[in-house]
Protein backbone atom coordinates (compact mmCIF):
# COMPACT_ATOMS: atom_id res chain seq x y z
CA UNK A 1 0.00 0.00 0.00
CA UNK A 2 1.39 3.37 -0.82
CA UNK A 3 2.49 5.96 1.80
CA UNK A 4 1.64 9.96 1.29
CA UNK A 5 5.10 10.36 -0.22
CA UNK A 6 4.91 7.12 -2.50
CA UNK A 7 1.74 8.57 -4.10
CA UNK A 8 2.75 11.68 -5.17
CA UNK A 9 5.99 9.31 -6.66
CA UNK A 10 4.05 7.24 -8.27
CA UNK A 11 1.09 10.06 -9.46
CA UNK A 12 3.91 11.66 -11.87
CA UNK A 13 4.68 8.49 -13.07
CA UNK A 14 1.19 7.32 -14.06
CA UNK A 15 0.33 10.90 -14.83
CA UNK A 16 3.10 11.37 -17.48
CA UNK A 17 2.41 8.12 -19.19
CA UNK A 18 -1.09 8.97 -19.81
CA UNK A 19 -1.20 8.98 -23.35
CA UNK A 20 1.01 6.29 -23.56
CA UNK A 21 -1.59 3.83 -21.47
CA UNK A 22 -4.39 5.38 -24.36
CA UNK A 23 -1.73 4.42 -26.94
CA UNK A 24 -1.38 0.95 -25.67
CA UNK A 25 -5.08 0.53 -26.81
CA UNK A 26 -5.29 2.41 -30.27
CA UNK A 27 -2.88 3.90 -32.09
CA UNK A 28 0.42 2.76 -34.16
CA UNK A 29 2.01 1.15 -30.93
CA UNK A 30 -1.47 -0.76 -29.58
CA UNK A 31 -0.79 -4.27 -28.24
CA UNK A 32 -3.06 -6.88 -29.32
CA UNK A 33 -5.51 -7.19 -26.15
CA UNK A 34 -4.65 -10.78 -25.26
CA UNK A 35 -1.06 -9.86 -24.45
CA UNK A 36 -2.34 -6.26 -22.87
CA UNK A 37 -4.27 -8.12 -20.58
CA UNK A 38 -0.85 -10.87 -20.14
CA UNK A 39 1.09 -7.89 -18.74
CA UNK A 40 -2.01 -6.79 -16.58
CA UNK A 41 -2.23 -10.31 -15.26
CA UNK A 42 1.25 -10.46 -14.74
CA UNK A 43 1.94 -7.34 -12.69
CA UNK A 44 -0.46 -8.35 -10.39
CA UNK A 45 0.95 -11.49 -9.64
CA UNK A 46 3.55 -9.89 -7.33
CA UNK A 47 0.64 -7.07 -5.85
CA UNK A 48 -2.01 -9.35 -5.44
CA UNK A 49 -4.56 -6.32 -5.63
CA UNK A 50 -8.32 -8.35 -5.57
CA UNK A 51 -9.89 -5.30 -6.89
CA UNK A 52 -7.09 -5.60 -10.44
CA UNK A 53 -7.53 -9.50 -10.05
CA UNK A 54 -11.21 -8.99 -11.03
CA UNK A 55 -11.00 -6.68 -13.39
CA UNK A 56 -7.98 -7.69 -15.19
CA UNK A 57 -8.97 -11.47 -14.62
CA UNK A 58 -11.74 -11.06 -16.14
CA UNK A 59 -10.86 -9.27 -19.31
CA UNK A 60 -7.85 -11.48 -19.91
CA UNK A 61 -10.79 -14.14 -20.36
CA UNK A 62 -12.46 -12.48 -22.56
CA UNK A 63 -9.58 -11.35 -24.62
CA UNK A 64 -9.05 -15.20 -25.03
CA UNK A 65 -5.81 -15.40 -22.68
CA UNK A 66 -5.22 -18.71 -21.84
CA UNK A 67 -3.72 -19.99 -18.09
CA UNK A 68 -4.99 -16.57 -16.68
CA UNK A 69 -4.83 -18.22 -13.57
CA UNK A 70 -1.97 -19.70 -13.42
CA UNK A 71 -0.07 -16.24 -14.57
CA UNK A 72 -1.97 -14.26 -12.05
CA UNK A 73 -0.88 -16.09 -9.03
CA UNK A 74 3.04 -17.18 -10.35
CA UNK A 75 4.94 -16.52 -7.67
CA UNK A 76 7.95 -15.84 -9.15
CA UNK A 77 9.78 -14.48 -12.78
CA UNK A 78 10.71 -18.35 -13.39
CA UNK A 79 7.09 -19.19 -12.98
CA UNK A 80 5.84 -16.58 -15.48
CA UNK A 81 8.69 -17.61 -18.39
CA UNK A 82 7.27 -21.30 -18.22
CA UNK A 83 3.65 -19.52 -18.64
CA UNK A 84 4.65 -17.23 -21.75
CA UNK A 85 7.77 -16.96 -23.80
CA UNK A 86 6.93 -13.17 -24.31
CA UNK A 87 9.13 -10.58 -23.73
CA UNK A 88 6.66 -8.66 -22.77
CA UNK A 89 5.63 -10.76 -19.37
CA UNK A 90 9.03 -11.17 -18.42
CA UNK A 91 8.86 -7.62 -18.27
CA UNK A 92 5.73 -7.07 -16.51
CA UNK A 93 7.08 -9.32 -13.71
CA UNK A 94 10.57 -7.71 -13.24
CA UNK A 95 8.65 -4.35 -13.48
CA UNK A 96 6.02 -4.98 -10.84
CA UNK A 97 8.88 -6.49 -8.61
CA UNK A 98 11.13 -3.73 -8.63
CA UNK A 99 7.90 -1.00 -8.31
CA UNK A 100 8.50 0.24 -11.89
CA UNK A 101 12.26 1.54 -11.25
CA UNK A 102 16.23 0.46 -10.69
CA UNK A 103 18.98 -0.72 -12.85
CA UNK A 104 17.00 -4.34 -12.94
CA UNK A 105 14.04 -2.72 -14.61
CA UNK A 106 16.07 -1.09 -16.94
CA UNK A 107 17.94 -3.80 -18.12
CA UNK A 108 14.66 -5.79 -18.71
CA UNK A 109 13.21 -3.04 -20.50
CA UNK A 110 16.17 -2.62 -23.25
CA UNK A 111 15.61 -6.49 -23.38
CA UNK A 112 11.77 -5.40 -24.29
CA UNK A 113 13.03 -3.23 -26.90
CA UNK A 114 15.06 -5.00 -28.82
CA UNK A 115 12.09 -7.83 -28.91
CA UNK A 116 8.95 -5.01 -29.15
CA UNK A 117 10.77 -2.11 -30.28
CA UNK A 118 10.85 1.53 -28.89
CA UNK A 119 6.74 2.29 -29.57
CA UNK A 120 5.81 -0.85 -27.82
CA UNK A 121 7.91 -1.38 -25.76
CA UNK A 122 6.91 1.74 -24.18
CA UNK A 123 3.41 1.21 -24.60
CA UNK A 124 3.54 -1.94 -22.23
CA UNK A 125 5.80 0.05 -19.70
CA UNK A 126 2.67 2.35 -19.67
CA UNK A 127 0.36 -0.56 -19.11
CA UNK A 128 2.98 -2.13 -16.27
CA UNK A 129 2.58 1.55 -14.80
CA UNK A 130 -1.34 1.77 -15.10
CA UNK A 131 -1.60 -1.72 -13.35
CA UNK A 132 1.15 -0.38 -10.96
CA UNK A 133 -1.14 2.36 -9.72
CA UNK A 134 -4.32 0.62 -9.49
CA UNK A 135 -3.19 -3.17 -7.53
CA UNK A 136 -1.69 -0.45 -5.02
CA UNK A 137 -4.44 1.62 -4.86
CA UNK A 138 -6.45 -1.29 -4.46
CA UNK A 139 -4.26 -2.63 -1.74
CA UNK A 140 -4.49 1.03 -0.18
CA UNK A 141 -8.38 0.80 -0.09
CA UNK A 142 -8.04 -2.46 1.52
CA UNK A 143 -5.80 -1.99 3.71
CA UNK A 144 -8.01 0.82 5.66
CA UNK A 145 -10.81 -1.56 5.35
CA UNK A 146 -9.07 -3.89 7.50
CA UNK A 147 -9.04 -1.65 10.24
CA UNK A 148 -12.22 -2.38 10.88
CA UNK A 149 -11.52 -5.85 11.75
CA UNK A 150 -9.17 -5.02 14.42
CA UNK A 151 -6.22 -5.71 11.45
CA UNK A 152 -5.20 -2.13 10.50
CA UNK A 153 -1.11 -1.84 10.35
CA UNK A 154 0.36 0.57 12.80
CA UNK A 155 3.32 1.68 10.86
CA UNK A 156 0.35 3.22 8.30
CA UNK A 157 -0.81 6.88 8.29
CA UNK A 158 -4.18 6.82 9.25
CA UNK A 159 -5.29 9.66 7.66
CA UNK A 160 -3.71 9.62 4.77
CA UNK A 161 -5.41 6.25 4.36
CA UNK A 162 -9.18 8.11 5.25
CA UNK A 163 -8.14 10.96 2.96
CA UNK A 164 -7.06 8.42 -0.15
CA UNK A 165 -10.63 6.22 0.27
CA UNK A 166 -12.63 9.79 0.42
CA UNK A 167 -10.87 10.25 -2.75
CA UNK A 168 -10.51 7.27 -4.28
CA UNK A 169 -13.46 5.36 -2.96
CA UNK A 170 -16.06 6.36 -5.48
CA UNK A 171 -13.54 4.76 -8.42
CA UNK A 172 -12.80 1.62 -6.96
CA UNK A 173 -16.64 0.98 -5.84
CA UNK A 174 -17.03 1.43 -9.54
CA UNK A 175 -14.52 -0.67 -10.75
CA UNK A 176 -16.13 -3.68 -7.75
CA UNK A 177 -19.50 -3.12 -9.86
CA UNK A 178 -17.86 -3.45 -13.50
CA UNK A 179 -16.11 -6.51 -12.10
CA UNK A 180 -19.26 -8.08 -11.13
CA UNK A 181 -21.10 -7.53 -14.35
CA UNK A 182 -18.09 -8.84 -16.82
CA UNK A 183 -17.67 -12.16 -15.23
CA UNK A 184 -21.20 -12.79 -17.39
CA UNK A 185 -19.21 -12.12 -20.63
CA UNK A 186 -18.24 -14.23 -23.30
CA UNK A 187 -14.98 -14.34 -24.96
CA UNK A 188 -15.14 -10.99 -27.35
CA UNK A 189 -13.39 -9.21 -30.18
CA UNK A 190 -10.12 -7.18 -30.05
CA UNK A 191 -12.02 -4.22 -31.07
CA UNK A 192 -13.99 -4.32 -27.75
CA UNK A 193 -11.35 -4.94 -25.45
CA UNK A 194 -9.50 -1.80 -27.17
CA UNK A 195 -12.61 0.30 -26.62
CA UNK A 196 -13.05 -1.14 -23.27
CA UNK A 197 -9.48 -0.07 -22.29
CA UNK A 198 -10.23 3.48 -24.17
CA UNK A 199 -13.10 3.87 -21.86
CA UNK A 200 -11.24 2.47 -18.56
CA UNK A 201 -8.36 4.93 -19.21
CA UNK A 202 -10.68 7.71 -19.57
CA UNK A 203 -12.61 6.97 -16.20
CA UNK A 204 -9.11 6.64 -14.27
CA UNK A 205 -7.59 9.85 -15.97
CA UNK A 206 -10.61 11.36 -14.08
CA UNK A 207 -8.97 10.44 -10.69
CA UNK A 208 -5.18 10.49 -11.64
CA UNK A 209 -5.21 13.96 -13.67
CA UNK A 210 -6.02 15.99 -10.53
CA UNK A 211 -3.20 14.17 -8.47
CA UNK A 212 -0.64 14.32 -11.50
CA UNK A 213 -0.97 17.65 -11.38
CA UNK A 214 -0.82 17.80 -7.87
CA UNK A 215 2.45 15.70 -7.80
CA UNK A 216 4.35 18.06 -9.94
CA UNK A 217 3.75 20.96 -7.00
CA UNK A 218 4.15 18.03 -3.76
CA UNK A 219 7.48 16.31 -3.31
CA UNK A 220 7.79 12.82 -3.04
CA UNK A 221 10.03 9.86 -2.59
CA UNK A 222 9.81 6.68 -5.02
CA UNK A 223 6.88 4.14 -3.60
CA UNK A 224 7.33 2.84 -0.23
CA UNK A 225 5.33 -0.52 0.23
CA UNK A 226 4.08 -0.73 4.18
CA UNK A 227 3.63 -4.07 3.57
CA UNK A 228 0.76 -6.91 2.14
CA UNK A 229 -2.49 -5.42 2.82
CA UNK A 230 -4.67 -7.51 0.24
CA UNK A 231 -7.53 -9.23 1.36
CA UNK A 232 -9.95 -11.48 -0.49
CA UNK A 233 -13.80 -10.35 -1.35
Known amino acids: MWTA ?20 YIGSNAIEPSLNESVMVTVNSEN ?17 VEAVDSL ?21 RIFAEQ ?17 EGDGRASSIRALCWFLLWGSIGGNTINGFLTRFKGQG ?7 FEVLFCLYYGP ?11 LQFF ?31 LIPGKPN ?5 TSVSG
Open 186 to 216: PTVPAWFSAAFGVVLTAIASVWIIPMGIASL
Open 72 to 92: MNAESLQECQQLSDQAAVSYA
Open 153 to 159: RSDSNLL
Open 5 to 24: QGFFADHRQVFSNLPKILGA
Open 99 to 115: NGRGAREQEAFAKLVAA
Open 171 to 181: LFLLIAAVNFL
Open 48 to 64: SCPFCEGLHGELARMAG
Open 224 to 228: VLVGD
